[in-house]
């Protein structure tokens, strides 16, 4: 399996940015071969997919984050990127990364925290 360390998160206020990335490593995962994905888990709730984006690059977002996420990919470095703008109180969560295989999600990272203060 692949090894994905998510970076960026932290505090933030509504309104403000942040920028998480996820670094991948590991001998046999081609980097560019795969899909990949940023999923969050608020407090007490269950994981949601956040954005998507395939070995193409080609994006799909979910409704909550549409305009205001994007989601990117740097095959050269191996890391994928989320650029989170106009973060809302319902945003807070723990993000994580993930690989995509078949449609689903495969490997996971540790996940990276994110608070947005009112």
């Known amino acids: 399996q692949v090894q994905l360390v998510e970076s960026g998160g932290g505090l933030v206020q509504a309104g403000g940015s942040l920028r998480l990335s996820c670094a991948a490593s590991?001998?046999?995962?081609?980097?560019?071969?795969?899909?990949m994905a940023w999923y969050r888990q608020p407090p007490g709730k269950q994981r949601e997919l956040v954005a998507a984006?395939?070995?193409?690059?080609?994006?799909n977002y979910a409704d909550s984050v549409k305009g205001r996420f994007t989601i990117s990919r740097d095959n050269t470095k191996n890391t994928m990127y989320l650029q989170m703008n106009s973060l809302k109180p319902e945003d807070p969560a723990v993000y994580y990364c993930?690989?995509?295989?078949?449609?689903?999600?495969?490997?996971w990272g540790q996940g990276t925290q994110v608070t947005v203060s009112s």
């Open positions: 984006i395939t070995t193409r690059g080609i994006t």
């Open positions: 590991r001998m046999i995962f081609i980097f560019s071969d795969n899909a």
């Open positions: 993930a690989t995509v295989r078949a449609g689903l999600p495969n490997n």
